[in-house]
């Protein structure tokens, strides 16, 4: 007879270790989203550089 399979137990140090990896995981993923989201801020505020601005003061006929 065999013995039922018992989940693996998970010592209070490794635990910790596993939370503060995925604490570090959490923090790098949300630097970059915060990251991509001023640079996307930006690319809206700035005209394209291909672009020319045009002086409303001149008028061509």
Excluded: C, F, Y
């Amino acid at each position: 007879m065999t013995q039922p399979r018992t989940p693996p137990t998970t010592t209070p140090d490794r635990a910790e270790a596993d939370r503060q990896s995925r604490l570090v995981r959490e923090a790098a993923a949300l630097r970059e989203n915060l990251r991509r989201r001023k640079q996307q801020m930006r690319a809206r505020q700035e005209p394209p550089p291909d672009t020319v601005e045009i002086d409303p003061g001149i008028v061509s006929d």
